[in-house]
């Protein structure tokens, strides 16, 4: 469980230009459910999203997953609970040019010094999961944007976490894209994983994974069904 | 353990193959490094080798030389005054020596005429005969059998007869010799029979060099008396001067050096920033991207040290640093041709390394630190 109590996040705080992004968002996210945030461009869904996944902190309140409070934790800890808790796939998928698609999934697990071929044939298991099995050494920049997103969903995969966070993840692609994503969402779903999205786009936030749909606008939750 | 091990193994194996993504950038970047290490390195490398050789040769020659002075000038000595230090006590032997600079306007270079002394047998000449130094030798294509034909400011003729050429072991301070038998010197410069250049003076323990230099000072006090000491040390502050002469006019590629670590030390591309995020984001440590980067500038670093070193080495050791040889070596225009003995100082190449790896590695440590501590989300905006 993800709960976020009072959550504000002001860029450029006393300076001219400061601008708030979220302001004062209490918020539960239940364990093994697919919740979306929608809203509009501006609305803080993206800001939000960052500050669940810890890649940011909170100008104010707390973010507490399992009880336990993050948003204080000093860097180093926090990266560890970013790194054990959280899968990222990103609006523009955010994978390294120059480096192939197997070179990309295994970036996140470097770090924890997993024995190499393990480590390879579990990311090349999850490119053929996912239907790239003969684009494994295929440098990023050479794939569509359907397969440079599974590349990015394998990569949030590979160290199994217990969230999947994925934003806008649907803006580049087509209609039967969209389908394949949707499945792969409904089977992490199936996994026991807990989903949580930001779109506006009405083929994701009124597909039935859906769980909880949470509204936002002006950086303040509006609404949130059911 | 074995964890920490797999974790460098994944980082190193991720700093190549991100190197490998920008080959042009970094092989370009490996070949200005290099250069700029080959530069210095062949300056620092010769200039310890030449000193080093100087500091050997000079060991060979007398602990006091001593030299009449008149007015603050150099005086020739006399045989009384060689007489006068006869019976000194530490004093092993005393040679009374003959030597001279010739302008040779043929040849366009400067050529010192030396007698040998009496107690080197090995090159002891008869009338009309000389032995040349290597540099005089190639100006005036000299070999042993040929002659040699000299003229004197005042138009006296020397012709003698090439015995031997010496060796160019000892060319550093023998490249613009010419040995002449006694009475041919004093012939060609006009001199009377009882005037010397200098005494040396072979001193019978070397540590009571500047005791026995003392009592003959008191004993000869026209004279000055120069130690083997003081001669090295010119010798070592004159090839520093020509060293330092050297890094001046290298000053230019050291510089564009500066500006291309400042380039670095002054922030990172949009692009390497950007990586550094999603590294971050994906679950990265602070030290994890430093270790990367420090990997990455590691094997450019390295890389180009190696080939710098191993370029300035070969430059240096055998081909006598052609590109430095006018402003390292010898005098006048006889630049002495010999070969220096390849050697390693780990010394000089720690310098090297201090001065080239390390502001590179500290210009690569601080932006990728700054970036890498701030959060992901702020750095990938």
Redesign the interface.
């Known amino acids: 469980m993800i709960t976020l109590e009072g959550v504000t996040k002001v860029f450029n705080q006393g300076r001219h230009n400061e601008v708030t992004a979220v302001g004062g968002v209490d918020l539960d996210i239940a364990d093994g459910r697919v919740t979306v945030l929608r809203g509009p461009s501006g609305s803080g869904k993206t800001t939000l999203l960052?500050v669940i996944g810890c890649?940011?902190?909170p100008t104010t309140g707390r973010v507490r997953i399992d009880g336990e409070m993050v948003s204080g934790l000093p860097?180093?800890f926090l990266?560890?609970v970013?790194?054990r808790t959280f899968g990222?796939v990103?609006q523009k998928f955010?994978l390294?040019?120059?480096?192939s698609a197997l070179?990309n999934v295994?970036?996140?697990a470097?770090?924890?010094?997993?024995?190499?071929r393990s480590?390879v044939d579990k990311a090349v298991g999850l490119l053929e999961h996912f239907g790239l099995a003969d684009r494994v050494f295929l440098a990023v920049e050479n794939l569509s944007g359907g397969e440079a997103q599974r590349v990015a969903i394998a990569?949030?995969l590979i160290?199994d976490p217990a969230v999947v966070i994925a934003d806008e993840p649907t803006a580049s692609l087509d209609g039967e894209r969209v389908g394949q994503f949707l499945a792969i969402a409904e089977e992490l779903k199936r996994t026991g994983k807990t989903v949580l999205m930001t779109s506006h786009d009405p083929r994701i936030t009124e597909a039935a994974i859906v769980d909880r749909l949470v509204t936002m606008a002006d950086g303040r939750i509006v609404e949130v069904a059911p | 353990m074995r964890a920490a091990f797999e974790r460098r193994r994944h980082l190193l194996d991720f700093a190549v193959r991100s190197l490998a993504r920008r080959p042009t950038k970094n092989l370009g970047l490996v070949a200005i490094y290099a250069l700029v290490v080959f530069l210095v390195g062949s300056v620092m490398l010769y200039g310890a080798a030449i000193r080093r050789e100087a500091a050997v040769m000079l060991a060979s020659g007398p602990e006091l030389t001593a030299q009449a002075m008149v007015m603050g000038r150099h005086e020739m000595s006399r045989t009384t005054d060689v007489a006068a230090l006869k019976g000194l006590r530490g004093v092993r032997r005393i040679e009374p020596r003959l030597w001279g600079y010739l302008w040779d306007s043929a040849g366009a270079a400067n050529y010192t005429l030396m007698v040998p002394p009496a107690s080197d047998g090995a090159h002891a000449l008869a009338k009309g005969e000389a032995i040349v130094g290597e540099g005089v030798a190639r100006a005036r294509r000299l070999a042993p059998g040929k002659m040699l034909f000299l003229v004197s400011p005042a138009g006296k003729f020397l012709k003698t007869k090439v015995k031997s050429v010496l060796p160019a072991d000892s060319a550093l301070v023998s490249s613009d010799l010419v040995l002449v038998e006694e009475s041919d010197f004093r012939a060609f410069f006009e001199l009377p029979p009882d005037v010397w250049t200098d005494v040396a003076i072979t001193v019978a323990n070397p540590r009571e060099v500047a005791t026995v230099a003392e009592k003959a000072a008191l004993k000869l006090p026209g004279h000055r008396f120069v130690t083997r000491a003081d001669m090295t040390r010119t010798a070592e502050a004159l090839f520093s001067w020509r060293e330092g002469l050297a890094l001046a006019l290298l000053a230019g590629a050291l510089l564009a050096f500066a500006i291309l670590a400042f380039d670095k030390a002054s922030g990172l591309s949009a692009e390497e920033k950007r990586e550094i995020g999603i590294l971050k984001a994906i679950g990265w440590e602070t030290r994890d991207v430093i270790s990367a980067k420090l990997f990455e500038g590691g094997l450019i670093s390295g890389l180009a040290f190696l080939l710098g070193v191993i370029g300035a080495w070969t430059h240096v050791f055998f081909f006598s640093a052609g590109l430095f040889e006018p402003v390292l070596k010898g005098w006048a225009t006889l630049y002495p041709h010999f070969p220096l003995a390849p050697t390693i100082d780990a010394l000089e190449i720690a310098t090297l390394a201090m001065l080239t790896i390390v502001p590179y590695m500290a210009a690569i440590l601080v932006p990728v630190w700054r970036t890498a501590a701030a959060d992901p989300d702020a750095v990938m905006r």
Do not use: K, M, Q, S
């Open positions: 960052t890649l940011a902190r860097e180093r990266t560890e970013r790194r990222f990103f955010n390294i040019r120059g480096l070179d295994v970036l996140p470097l770090p924890l010094g997993v024995a190499h480590l990569r949030a160290n």
